[in-house]
């Protein structure tokens, strides 16, 4: 088991950043979608010299983002928006729990 252990400690850590062709398949997104996104600059992107990487915490959301988009028939910009603003009605619940709890 230490041998498992020590091997281990020498593999790279596991990236949340993926591919193109990843992040395409894990949202299932058409490519001119992305595209659109990307122009927007709603995504959190790494660039590289050879390529442009996504981060995995982006899947979740851009799934979201698709699926309002085609349950509403919204635009990329509308339903980039109606997520942010989903995303901030999340956190201001959070904050609420948090400062209830202190009282």
């Given at each position: 088991?230490?041998?498992?252990?020590?091997?281990?400690?020498h593999l790279?850590?596991?990236?949340?950043l993926?591919?193109?062709?990843?992040f395409?398949?894990?949202?299932?997104l058409?490519?001119?979608?992305?595209?659109?996104?990307?122009?927007?600059?709603?995504?959190?992107?790494?660039?590289?010299?050879?390529?442009?990487?996504?981060?995995g915490?982006?899947?979740?959301?851009?799934?979201?983002?698709?699926?309002?988009?085609?349950?509403?028939?919204?635009?990329?910009?509308g339903?980039?928006?109606v997520?942010?603003l989903?995303?901030?009605?999340?956190?201001l619940?959070?904050?609420?729990?948090?400062?209830?709890?202190?009282?």
């Amino acid at each position: 088991m230490s041998d498992i252990i020590c091997r281990e400690k020498h593999l790279p850590a596991a990236s949340e950043l993926l591919s193109r062709s990843e992040f395409l398949e894990l949202t299932g997104l058409a490519e001119s979608l992305l595209q659109e996104l990307e122009q927007l600059d709603w995504l959190s992107l790494v660039r590289t010299r050879e390529s442009v990487l996504f981060s995995g915490r982006d899947v979740y959301r851009t799934r979201k983002l698709a699926r309002l988009c085609e349950d509403f028939e919204l635009p990329a910009l509308g339903g980039s928006i109606v997520v942010d603003l989903l995303e901030r009605i999340d956190e201001l619940e959070r904050e609420v729990a948090r400062l209830r709890h202190f009282s």
